[in-house]
Each structure stands twice: as structure tokens, then as C-alpha cells.
Nanobody
Framework: QVHLVESGGGLVQAGGSLRLSCAAS????????MGWFRQAPGAEREFVAA????????YYSDSVKGRFTISRDTGKNTVYLQMNSLKPEDTAVYYC??????????????????WGPGTQVTVSS
């Protein structure tokens, strides 16, 4: 099992920026994909971004492409989500997740084995 802890959430005005961090520990050796998902009140949990732990290849949802950047620090076992030009519709609980599955399942939340507790991001208009 991979233990994940997110940090960096908070309240920001529209147009502002936040950087989320996700520290991983435990059985990280079989982790292939690290992803960020988010869930707004009354909505399904949705894919935001993913990164291949070994190659660094990245993938984004259309709603955040060009505004968010996912990155990783292999030495620190940490994944980041830099969020710029934030909009009120970005308000949600953001979750970090780890998957041992193949890259082609990166957007499927059911492919992720381990999840962090989440961090709240609120964007005011």
C-alpha cells in the first residue's frame, strides 16, 4: 500500500494560483501512475491530471489544460499540481492517487489503488 498525504489547498481569488503537494510513502516501488482528481459538492470525482512516475509523461483534462501543471520529484517521492488562472469552477476537494496499472488507464479513477485524504481548494469570484 502507498500512503499519500496532500497539502497546499486553501482559499484564493479567481485568477490566483495555488500549488498542491502529495507526499508518498510505503510500497511505492510498484507505482506507475500518479494522478490528481477532484470532487465538487454533489458531483462525481473527476480526473484532473496524471504523470508517469518512470517517464514523466503528463496528461491533463481539457478543463485544466494550459492552466495546471503536474510534476514530480523522484528524490522526494512527491507529486505537485501547480494551478494557475484559477476559476470558481475549480473549487473542489483535490485528491492525490497512485496506480500500478498501465498508462492507458490514467483517467479511470477505478484504476487507482491508493488515495490521499484530500485537500480543499476554494476559488472565490
Amino acid at each position: 500500500q502507498v500512503h499519500l498525504v496532500e497539502s497546499g489547498g486553501g482559499l484564493v481569488q479567481a485568477g490566483g494560483s495555488l500549488r498542491l503537494s502529495c507526499a508518498a510513502s510505503g510500497r511505492t516501488f510498484n507505482r506507475n501512475i500518479m494522478g490528481w482528481f477532484r470532487q465538487a459538492p454533489g458531483a462525481e470525482r473527476e480526473f484532473v491530471a496524471a504523470i508517469s512516475w518512470s517517464t514523466g509523461i503528463r496528461y491533463y483534462s481539457d478543463s485544466v489544460k494550459g492552466r495546471f501543471t503536474i510534476s514530480r520529484d523522484t528524490g522526494k517521492n512527491t507529486v505537485y499540481l501547480q494551478m494557475n488562472s484559477l476559476k470558481p469552477e475549480d473549487t473542489a476537494v483535490y485528491y492525490c492517487a497512485a496506480s500500478g496499472k498501465l498508462w492507458n488507464r490514467k483517467v479511470d479513477k477505478n484504476a487507482y489503488d491508493d488515495w490521499g485524504p484530500g485537500t480543499q481548494v476554494t476559488v472565490s469570484s
